[in-house]
């Protein structure tokens, strides 16, 4: 086939051998980064990063993980029902210090336009392999609204904890 056929058949210019070797070799290194990012190393401990996608009861969270802090977001439907007030999902807020990885469960619960954000403790027990183990319980909604603004919201007692294992994606 003649150089003007190549074109006209393909849209481009055939190569020559080293330009095929060299597209060759460009394919070969994406695929490699391609795989390499799929693949994380093991956990070995929580100050290794947390960062990614982990499922637990067919749940599935997303971690960002900047060092100090972390956060966790659902990845789910995450609004109970609660009527006569608006509920935002859960955010978990992390706090990394050494041999420590622990933080509080938050999540706001609106009556009209007065917030009250409701803080349960939360802890990372374990990171080993792909899995985390977490220590936590639910935010409950307030049991009464402040009459002014600077006053506290009332919370009832936190409900019991429980454990939950988060495994990586």
Known sequence: MRRDEAVRVTGAPPRSGAAAALAGTALAALALAASACEGRAPLATCDDDLR??????????????SGDELEAYPLF????????????????????????LAGHVRRRYMRGSRPCVAEVPVRVTACAG???????????????????????????RPGSSRRERWLRE
Request: hydrophobic share 40%; net charge negative; charged share 20%.
């Open 52 to 65: 990614g996608i982990y499922a637990a009861d067919g749940r599935r969270w997303m971690i960002l993980d």
């Open 77 to 100: 439907s995450d609004v109970p029902p609660a009527p006569g007030l608006e509920v935002a999902p859960r955010v978990l807020a992390l706090r990394r210090t050494p041999g420590k």
């Open 130 to 156: 792909t899995a985390i183990e977490l220590v936590l319980s639910d935010p409950e909604p307030p049991l009464a609204w402040p009459a002014a603004p600077e006053q506290p919201c009332t919370w009832p």
